[in-house]
């Protein structure tokens, strides 16, 4: 098979396709580095408690060093996560039209090679979380089971999108571990908002692949929904925005914050508004979007905190 042909559907025309060595491809497409939305997702929630929690700590000193190694953590933990999926699900994905091309079921790389790259990966996020207090470090160690279960959750619930949002947004509650050295209740309050934001922009994610899912028996809430899926968008990104709204109200932040969380929620109901389930290609741009959206509510955020 060409290594033109082994690009995923929704990875064409990226920097890896077109500049990274040929040897290395089938690694960084392993870990999605040709497609880092997924990486950004996962840093998002961290942003957002780095800078809540350092609004409360008053102290903003540490910050763009708390940003960095979160930006490298995520990405290297996304990388070992999207591994160690593409190995529990090898056999799936060759089954779904999109993910068939992915390097294991394509013959790129072994099972055995894709273990080590996810160890290497791993190495990394360790180091990255080494360099934090010893609550953080355990708060960032607990993630594991977690990140461990997920993939097998969607052969035996419709709704494997919690267990992702449990996941995902656990970087909620790591900026608080990292800057205060606690959990406090507006950390779980932001975790909870995160959680249900992850569950809706996956949900939108999970209809591209909605009729595959369907005839090989994967469960996911964008099968439980189907055409009540715009409603049920309302409702979890309805959540989304009232517990981030408590998790603000509890830390006293500024008024920035809140209209970082105004923006936040109007992008959020453009999605709604413009969700087509029949459509992968706007369910794939909508689904990349809550990038721009998880942005725009960590600029408030951070205005808060700088003021």
């Known amino acids: 098979m060409s290594d033109a042909v082994a690009c995923v559907a929704d990875s064409v025309g990226n920097w890896v396709d077109s500049r990274a060595p ?6 960084l497409r392993l870990s999605r580095l040709d497609r880092p939305i997924g990486s950004w997702l996962l840093l998002i929630p961290c942003l957002w408690s780095a800078a809540l929690a350092s609004h409360l700590a008053r102290d903003v000193s540490q910050l763009p060093l708390t940003i960095v190694l979160f930006f490298i953590g995520a990405f290297a933990m996304r990388g ?9 699900d090898r056999d799936l994905d060759a089954r779904v039209e999109r993910t068939r091309s992915r390097p294991i079921p394509a013959g790129k790389v072994t099972v055995t090679q894709a273990l080590v790259f996810l160890v290497v990966q791993a190495l990394v996020g360790l180091v990255v979380l080494l360099q934090f207090n010893p609550f953080a470090i355990a708060t ?4 594991l089971l977690i990140v461990a279960a997920y993939p097998f959750m969607k052969r035996i619930t419709y709704w494997p999108q919690v267990v992702l949002g449990l996941a995902f947004s656990w970087g909620a509650l790591m900026g608080f571990a990292v800057v205060l050295g606690r959990i406090d209740a507006a950390a779980l309050a932001l975790y909870a908002g995160a959680i249900a934001w992850v569950i809706g922009y996956d949900t939108i994610y999970a209809h591209q692949d909605a ?7 994967i469960k996911s809430t964008a099968l ?3 055409e009540r899926t715009r409603s049920a968008l309302a409702i979890f990104y309805g959540l989304a925005v009232i517990l981030i709204g408590v998790a603000l109200h509890l830390a006293g932040a500024e008024w920035p914050a809140w209209l970082g969380l105004a923006a936040f929620a109007a992008h959020l109901a453009w999605q709604i508004a413009r969700i087509e389930i029949g459509d992968p290609r706007l369910c794939l741009r909508l689904f990349k979007s809550n990038r721009d959206a998880g942005l725009l509510l960590f600029a408030g955020l951070l205005a808060g905190a700088l003021l």
């Open 224 to 226: 439980l929904f189907g």
């Open 211 to 217: 009729d595959d899912d369907a005839l090989i028996g």
């Open 140 to 143: 960032g160690i607990a993630s």
């Open 22 to 27: 040929l040897w290395s491809r089938p690694y």
């Open 80 to 88: 070992a996560g999207c591994t160690w999926n593409d190995i529990t």
